[in-house]
């Protein structure tokens, strides 16, 4: 029997606390609003705009990639304290000791799987390893037909749900659980990616890779520096390309 696929995001047990009755007489026309967070300055569409020129000039030439990174707003999924870096390519904290991606790393790896044999008319399901605070699975799903994104820590899963929420992606489904088991219940996938590097691939990452498919993972190789690995899966088999070096959190097993 066909396992029935999640929704967006994957539910859990929830326990929120239910909200305190209103006082006698109040009226809700009176009540005062809050304002909108305003991000100083950051919701306009020129920030990202520039950012997205600096990974055009810097190499990322996918239109699709390009566009994607500038209708998502970066400073939406970090700390308050630092959104005024948000649109810096660099990596930030977003605790629990991970981190959000370098936008060009993003980009990178994007453009990677748009490069894939099935990728021809654009990506079709594709698994993330690592949801993080959310911001690659919200750029992968304007790219890609379907999105399943997997998180191992739960404070960072519930923390994806509640950042991507706003966002309406019904074609991104988050789910609990480790990583390197990938996620049977959606595979084949036609591009599997990594926020996470390891000694090797997971077992179970080749074999949920659809043929003609690609992934693309950070992965410790001589001297335990980490580089990006493309792995093509042909009919023939798999091939496997080392590129550039990159510097990702670990990947680990379980969950927490």
Same mark, same amino acid.
């Given at each position: ?9 994957? +539910? ?9 009755p209103r006082p006698a007489g109040q009226s809700l026309a009176l009540r005062p ?14 920030? @990202? ?5 600096? /990974? ?58 748009? !490069? ?6 654009? /990506?079709? +399901? ?15 799903? @304007?790219? #890609? @037909?379907?999105v399943y994104s997997i998180e191992r820590l739960r404070g960072l899963h519930e923390r994806a749900r509640a950042n991507l929420r706003p966002l309406r992606l ?6 609990? !659980? ?15 990616? #990594?926020?996470?590097?390891? %000694? ?8 949920? /890779?659809? *043929? !003609? ?23 023939? !088999?798999?091939? %496997?390309?080392?590129?550039? #070096? *990159? ?10």
């Amino acid at each position: 029997m066909q396992s029935r696929r999640p929704g967006f995001p994957a +539910r859990l047990p929830s326990s929120a606390p239910v909200a305190a009755p209103r006082p006698a007489g109040q009226s809700l026309a009176l009540r005062p609003q809050a304002p909108a967070p305003q991000g100083v300055g950051l919701d306009s569409a020129a920030v @990202r705009a520039r950012m997205v020129q600096r /990974l055009a000039a810097g190499g990322i030439t996918a239109p699709a990639v390009l566009q994607a990174l500038r209708d998502v707003e970066r400073h939406r999924f970090v700390d308050s304290a630092l959104v005024n870096q948000a649109y810096e390519d660099t990596s930030l904290p977003i605790g629990l000791g991970q981190t959000i991606s370098k936008p060009s790393v993003v980009a990178r790896m994007l453009q990677l799987l748009l !490069g894939a044999p099935c990728a021809t008319a654009g /990506l079709g +399901r594709v698994l993330e390893i690592g949801t993080g605070c959310g911001y690659q699975a919200a750029v992968l799903g @304007r790219v #890609a @037909r379907e999105v399943y994104s997997i998180e191992r820590l739960r404070g960072l899963h519930e923390r994806a749900r509640a950042n991507l929420r706003p966002l309406r992606l019904a074609n991104v489904h988050l789910i609990f !659980g480790d990583g390197m088991a990938g996620y049977g219940p959606g595979a084949p996938y036609a591009a599997i990616i #990594a926020a996470a590097g390891g %000694e090797a691939v997971p077992g179970a990452w080749y074999d949920q /890779l659809a *043929v !003609g498919g690609r992934l693309v993972a950070p992965m410790a190789h001589g001297g335990g520096q980490q580089a990006l690995l493309v792995v093509d899966k042909t009919p023939q !088999g798999f091939k %496997e390309s080392v590129l550039e #070096a *990159v510097h990702f959190v670990p990947l680990k097993s379980g969950v927490a």
